[in-house]
């Protein structure tokens, strides 16, 4: 069962019930200043809660977040894809002579062994 207390140095509308009083008294309010700071202390965290829970209920927020999010990271990834295929283009350029030469020896190898079964 909770009263209303009110204190006689209180302003007009603030109400504390037996409990409440007794839980700050018990916390270790020294006086009223103490009272008030841990008042102002307690509605700031009760703020940021409020404001993190708001947070989590914004899903159309959310969800524009992650999509946001994902383009940033395939926009990464294309620059870094680029950048890969770049440098293949160029290592290819760098090695074109042995790269023929290779297919080139492949390419009669081939050719060789069709005409041996060709033969036969």
Do not use: F
Not at 88 to 99: D, I, L, S
């Amino acid at each position: 069962m909770t009263h209303d207390v009110r204190r006689a140095d209180s302003p007009a509308g603030a109400h504390l019930d037996a409990q409440a009083e007794s839980a700050l008294a018990g916390r270790g309010a020294k006086g009223p200043d103490e009272l008030r700071r841990q008042i102002e202390r307690t509605r700031h965290e009760l703020g940021d809660t409020v404001e993190q829970l708001a947070g989590k209920m914004d899903v159309k927020g959310r969800a524009k977040a992650r999509a946001d999010d994902l383009r940033d990271r395939a926009g990464a990834m294309t620059v870094q894809m680029r950048s890969s295929a770049a440098h293949a283009g160029e290592a290819g350029m760098r090695h074109r002579k042995p790269v023929i030469i290779a297919g080139a020896v492949v390419a009669a190898v081939v050719g060789a062994v069709m005409v041996q079964r060709h033969r036969c």
